[in-house]
C-alpha cells in the first residue's frame, strides 16, 4: 500500500510562472491537507479538501492559490503568478476521515524554488 | 488562535544521553500528535495523545500529555544518531480537522 504520493519532489519556476503540485492521497484515504513550510517556520495549514469539495479553505492566500481534488486523479494545489516568497516546501497529507483520530499520513513533499 | 510553542528549538546531544522536548499550547489541548521530520522528507507520524496523564512509548521515545498545564513532552532515553531530525508536535486548531504545529525542536547527536 503506496504512502502519499506528492510529485514532483523538486519544482523550479521563473517568477511569474505557474506550479502545479499533485497529491495522490493513500488508498482508501478521502481526505486530504495541504501544508506550506517556510524557511525556519513551521508547517502552516493552507487548506482542506475532501473528494470535488473545498472543506476549508482559511490559510490559503486570497490570491493566485488555488486547490482541488477531483472526483479521479491526484489533489491539485496551483499557484499562479509565482513569486519569490512562494519558495518553500509544501507537503500533503492525508486521513481516512474528517476527524484526525490516528494521525495524518504526509508525503515527502515538493520543494518549490521561484528564481 | 491556538499556538503551540516548543522547546528548546535546537538541541546538541552526546550519544547514550536522555533528553526531553517540550510542547506548551496556548489553548486547552484536544489531543497532541508528535512527528519526527528528517531534512528534506516529510513528516513521520510517531504518536497521538488523547487524554490527560496518558502517556506513550515507542521504542526509546515517550511522550507525555499534562492536561492541565496543556503541555507535552517527548522524552528519548540513550539517545542514537538515528534519532537526529525535526520534532514537531501538533494539536487540532480547528472543527474541521487541520493540526497546526509548533516549529519543532532540531535534535542532533554526536556520536
Same mark, same amino acid.
Given at each position: ?17 505557474e ?63 509565482v513569486?519569490?516568497?512562494?519558495s518553500?516546501a ?26 | ?20 522536548i ?26 497521538? +495523545? ?6 506513550? %512509548? $515507542?521504542?526509546? =521515545?515517550?511522550?507525555?500529555?499534562d492536561?492541565?498545564?496543556? /503541555?507535552?513532552? +517527548?522524552h ?5 544518531? %538515528? $534519532?537526529?531530525? =525535526?520534532y ?7 472543527? /474541521?480537522?487541520? +493540526? ?6 532540531k ?5
Amino acid at each position: 500500500n503506496a504512502g502519499v504520493m506528492q510529485n514532483p519532489r523538486h519544482l523550479v519556476r521563473r517568477r511569474g510562472q505557474e506550479a502545479r503540485l499533485r497529491c495522490s492521497p493513500m488508498k482508501g484515504h478521502s481526505h486530504v491537507y495541504w501544508y506550506r513550510q517556510l524557511p525556519e517556520e513551521g508547517l502552516k495549514f493552507m487548506v482542506y479538501l475532501q473528494k470535488e469539495n473545498i472543506i476549508d479553505e482559511s490559510g490559503m492566500p486570497k490570491e493566485r492559490f488555488s486547490a482541488e481534488f477531483p472526483k479521479e486523479g491526484p489533489s491539485i494545489l496551483r499557484i499562479q503568478q509565482v513569486v519569490r516568497g512562494d519558495s518553500a516546501a509544501y507537503f500533503c497529507a492525508s486521513s481516512p476521515q474528517s476527524q484526525v483520530t490516528y494521525g495524518y499520513t504526509f508525503g515527502s513533499g515538493t520543494r518549490l524554488t521561484v528564481v | 488562535s491556538q499556538e503551540l510553542e516548543q522547546s528548546p528549538q535546537s538541541l546538541i546531544v552526546q550519544e547514550g544521553k536522555n533528553l526531553t522536548i517540550n510542547c506548551t499550547s496556548s489553548k486547552t489541548l484536544y489531543g497532541l500528535y508528535w512527528y519526527k521530520q528528517k531534512y528534506g522528507e516529510g513528516l513521520i507520524f510517531l504518536m497521538m +495523545l488523547q487524554k490527560g496523564g496518558e502517556e506513550k %512509548s $515507542h521504542e526509546k =521515545i515517550t511522550a507525555k500529555l499534562d492536561e492541565k498545564k496543556q /503541555q507535552s513532552s +517527548l522524552h528519548i532515553t540513550a539517545s542514537q544518531p %538515528s $534519532h537526529a531530525g =525535526i520534532y514537531l508536535c501538533g494539536a487540532r486548531g480547528g472543527s /474541521q480537522g487541520n +493540526l497546526i504545529f509548533g516549529k519543532g525542536t532540531k535534535l542532533s547527536v554526536k556520536p
